[in-house]
């Protein structure tokens, strides 16, 4: 695969200010001496030796890889350490690392769910669903739910602050204390005009996903997690899967640690204290549906397995309004945006599907490809000023695939669910 076989999307966070000093990290050993966890099948050894020269050259800490086919998890692999409670912690194949935007499919199947078990119109207006005025921009009321879904329902980060980055903007204009929660961002959001008509045009939006994640609360009668784990993962035989919090002292000894060169003033207070970017420099509960999961790489390629076939968690319509085309077309490269996948038609008649994730801290790709193929590596940081580009993972893991002479039948599921 070359760089252009697939739209990578990459996310970026708020303005951050360069670090006054780093928080203390285990320094990066050399791809022969990186520590490693889990198993690489001797056949699939290019996707390890690939990977440990990815981290290695971007001075990574934490790392995982997981690689399936045809339902079967075939390769999972950690890499590299992390300190909790004064104790260095191996990176295991189970381990949580924040996932960013592939949380976004997530939200995508949680939505099509709800439409399944007719509890939702695809058509509905966001207005009417979540009770929110028009009067600020009488087009609110065309940004239905497909729209929030595909990113064409008229809001544009390039134009307009990124709601799910603004909260010092956002606690200022609307006179509260940080921190601010989901009901300030739509308040605010709400009172401001729509930058593009909707379903002109696709514009990728954070704060569509979230807006998703309230639907699926005020419809579901739940809370978004809860539904997401009752429904989708618990079926799908995925239990360590759980919303992320902002600060260290709330993550557990399995959730490794993220690191950045960046700080940022607190979004957790008023107080204006420079705190380090991935931890309090934005709030990650507000994140949830558009970026809030925590998951490991083995979780996310069975995650994945959830699209392959109708099953117990969506139907075959369910899956084909997942990947249909929007209304606006497809992008030059012939890729589009389904429920928080982008999608591409591939050289043996199926879907290629893919997405990545980027916040502070963390860089995330889940790929589904040709021939039943799927893979997902997650950092414990992201591309920064002076690093190589992490968006190369893509290809990289893509040409990984063809070093694989016989693709080996053991399933590791049994070992790590």
């Known amino acids: 695969m070359t760089t252009l076989s697939r739209r990578r999307l990459l996310q970026t966070g708020a303005a951050a200010v360069p670090a006054i000093a780093l928080g203390s990290r285990p320094a990066q050993a050399a791809a022969g001496s ?38 079967k998890i075939l390769l999972a692999r950690g890499y590299g350490v992390y300190t909790k409670n004064s104790s260095l912690i191996r ?6 690392f924040r996932i960013a935007s592939l949380s ?14 007719g509890k939702l119109s695809l058509g509905a207006s966001v207005t009417s669903l979540l009770g929110l005025s028009a009067t600020a921009d009488p087009r609110l009321a065309k ?6 879904l595909q990113h064409t329902a008229g809001w544009d980060r390039g134009v307009s602050p990124d709601q799910l980055w603004a909260d010092h903007t956002i606690a200022a204009s609307l006179g509260v204390s940080l921190p601010i929660d989901h009901a300030d961002i739509i308040k605010w959001a709400t009172a401001r005009k729509l930058d593009f008509d909707p379903g002109t045009k696709y514009v990728y939006s954070n704060y569509g996903y979230m807006l998703l994640g309230r639907i699926i609360e005020k419809v579901s009668g739940m809370s978004y997690e809860s539904y997401v784990k009752q429904k989708l993962l618990a079926p799908a035989g995925i239990t360590r899967m759980r919303l992320g919090r902002s600060l260290l002292a709330e993550t557990g000894t399995s959730e490794v640690t993220y690191t950045s060169k960046f700080t940022n003033k607190t979004v957790l207070n008023d107080s204006g204290t420079v705190v380090p970017y991935p931890y309090g420099g934005f709030n990650m509960p507000n994140q949830d549906a558009n970026g809030g999961w925590l998951a490991s790489a083995v979780d996310m390629v069975k995650w994945g397995f959830v699209f392959d076939k109708a099953g117990t968690v969506l139907n075959s319509t369910s899956l084909s309004r997942v990947f249909a085309k929007p209304e606006i077309g497809v992008n030059s490269n012939g890729s589009w945006y389904g429920f928080g996948w982008s999608v591409r038609n591939n050289n043996v008649g199926t879907l290629n599907t893919w997405h990545n994730g980027s916040m502070p801290g ?16 997650i950092f414990n940081r992201r591309e920064e000023t002076g690093s190589p580009d992490f968006d190369s993972i893509d290809p ?22």
């Open 362 to 377: 963390t860089f995330s790709f889940l790929a589904r490809v040709q021939n039943g193929v799927s893979y997902c590596a």
């Open 143 to 148: 940004v239905t739910v497909w729209r929030l």
């Open 34 to 71: 990186l520590l490693v966890t889990g198993v690489v099948p001797a056949s699939m050894a290019g996707f390890d030796a690939a990977m440990k020269k990815f981290i290695t050259e971007r001075d990574i800490s934490c790392a995982q890889l997981a690689v399936a086919k045809n339902g």
């Open 104 to 117: 976004k499919n997530i939200t995508g199947a949680a939505i099509a769910r709800l439409a399944q078990d």
């Open 396 to 417: 990289i893991l893509g040409e990984a695939i063809g070093t694989v002479k016989t693709w080996p039948t053991t399933d590791l599921a049994p070992r790590y669910f």
């Open 91 to 96: 990176v295991q194949p189970t381990s949580l």
